[in-house]
Nanobody, 116 residues
Framework: QVQLVESGGGLVQPGGSLRLSCAAS????????MGWYRQAPGKERERVAI???????VYADSVKGRFTVSRDSAKRAVYLQMTSLKSEDTAVYYC??????????WGQGAQVTVSS
């Protein structure tokens, strides 16, 4: 069983920055991929960014150049640094992990609201 605990999120003005954190605890298997998805009300879930155990990253086109995903494998943590935030970034952000044994887990979700 892998438990993901998210922190961060909140209200920020357009152009502002926010940092999300997620820690995987009580994990049974070694963590392979970590990342972030988001879902706005009435919209489909969207993959925001992922990072592999080797440090490779993949970003959604909508966030390239503005968001940075990073990880601390020793702490079993993944982070999402968001800059130049837009109202379109408003969504619930979910942490995601996949282990080498193909176990996938999700965080509880963190609300990010970008508004004046």
């Amino acid at each position: 069983q892998v438990q993901l605990v998210e922190s961060g999120g909140g209200l920020v003005q357009p152009g502002g920055s926010l940092r999300l954190s997620c820690a995987a605890s009580r994990n049974i298997f070694s963590i392979d991929v970590m990342g972030w998805y988001r879902q706005a009300p009435g919209k489909e879930r969207e993959r925001v960014a992922i990072i592999t155990s080797g440090g490779g990253t993949v970003y959604a086109d909508s966030v390239k150049g503005r968001f940075t995903v990073s990880r601390d494998s020793a702490k079993r943590a993944v982070y999402l640094q968001m800059t130049s935030l837009k109202s379109e970034d408003t969504a619930v952000y979910y942490c995601y992990v996949r282990t080498y044994n193909d176990l996938a887990c999700w965080g509880q979700g963190a609300q990010v609201t970008v508004s004046s």
